[in-house]
């Protein structure tokens, strides 16, 4: 078996040392050898397994007992305790791990932070109002993003350079605070560090100690052609930026759209009225009719009642994301619903007109709702 191992020379404490002041030196030393701050780091490494091994005994007061007596399974250190630690495979996860089973007999059992996680961050939103033909022919606009990115003077720690944050007193690091025994214990964050684990004791004079600061963003956001009111563009990574190392979140452009006073949007078509007059609608006509492009002329039949729809297919608005490589996009229709126009007034010519037109069209079109029907009551006192 190797020499003894002096686990108080290892952890930097005498041998009258306190549970207490042990962890205390312990935590200390495990940050400051911790994997994840030394990647790569041979000798790091090997540091930190001393230390883990040194605090696994003496850190327990019963292994202390023995260790201190010479006798008993942690008389001599490394062949004892640590459960098949020798042949522990190194990497950083595992480390955290370990730490998190080693602290886990205090009162929180949460894992320390010794390395803060990295977050993703946060995803944005912003609005912008295109023209009907912007929507239709796609656009490119220009858009400006309040964001939060990283203080330049202080890289993010909120605190003044040259100085660090401060592990928290209140809760040693852990962020949390347990009150209350066992089952019954509530966890919540520090009331000190609000979470952090972590005491700024000297702001960054640039952002007051919140390791970031307000910027505009600018970008140019190309609007696809045949966007609709209220879409949702999703520009990934153009969110707020992650901390700690994480991606940055998205930003999601909302985009309202300005109607038009002759196309309505009906789902992937639009719908034009188009008005007829009533020899127009009684006769049938040819009538030129607007496109997005242009005009067209439609043929209206003799006899086309108020309400009547033509369509003109492939005439509407491309369907965003519906283009291959290449190929032009799919493209909705247009719906052009004939309404009859009435005059509010006649003149006389008019008036004329009309009197020889009803003359001519004699009969009720009505007659029919006063028949007497096997469902119906039948109206009553119609004539
Ligand atoms: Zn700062
Ligand atoms: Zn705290």
Do not use: W
Request: aromatic share 6%; net charge positive; proline share 8%.
């Amino acid at each position: 078996m190797a020499s003894r191992p002096d686990h108080y020379a290892t952890l930097g404490v005498g041998k009258k040392a306190s549970q207490e002041e042990i962890k205390k030196a312990y935590r200390k030393l495990a940050r400051r050898y911790h994997p994840d701050r030394n990647p790569d780091d041979k000798q790091s490494e090997a540091r930190f397994k001393e230390i883990a091994q040194a605090y696994d005994v003496v850190g327990d007061p019963e292994k202390r007992k023995q260790y201190d007596s010479g006798t008993g399974p942690f008389a001599s250190g490394a062949a004892g305790g640590f459960g098949g630690f020798g042949n522990f495979d190194f990497d950083a996860s595992s480390m955290g791990d370990i730490l998190s089973n080693l602290f886990s007999g205090s009162a929180s059992g949460r894992r320390v932070r010794t390395k803060p996680r990295p977050e993703r961050g946060q995803d944005l939103e912003a609005q912008t109002t295109i023209s009907f033909d912007q929507a239709v022919s796609g656009a490119q606009v220009p858009l400006s993003v309040p964001s939060a990115s990283t203080c330049p003077t202080c890289r993010g720690t909120g605190a003044k350079p040259g100085t660090t944050p401060r592990v928290c007193p209140r809760c040693e690091g852990r962020g949390i605070e347990t009150q209350g025994q066992g089952m019954f214990s509530i966890s919540q964050p520090c009331s000190q560090c609000g979470g952090s684990g972590t005491i700024i004791e000297d702001p960054c004079p640039t952002c007051h100690g919140a390791g970031a600061v307000r910027t505009m963003k600018r970008y140019r956001v190309n609007i696809p052609a045949g966007v609709r009111e209220g879409s949702r563009i999703r520009l990934p990574g153009k969110g707020e930026q992650g901390r700690n190392g994480g991606p940055p979140g998205d930003l999601y452009v909302i985009t309202h759209v300005d109607p038009s006073p002759i196309f309505k949007r009906k789902g992937e078509h639009l719908e034009v009225e188009v008005p007829l007059t009533i020899p127009e609608a009684l006769r049938g006509a040819e009538v030129q009719v607007p496109t997005l492009s242009g005009s067209k002329t439609l043929r209206v039949k003799p006899g086309t009642a108020h309400g009547t729809v033509a369509r003109l297919r492939g005439e509407g608005p491309p369907k965003p994301g519906s283009a291959a490589k290449g190929a032009s996009p799919a493209r909705g229709d247009i719906h052009y619903r004939f309404t009859i126009d009435v005059p509010k007034e006649l003149s006389s010519e008019q008036e004329k007109a009309v009197e020889e037109l009803s003359k001519a069209m004699n009969g009720n079109p009505r007659a029919r709702l006063f028949e007497e029907s096997s469902t119906g009551t039948g109206a009553k006192g119609g004539s």
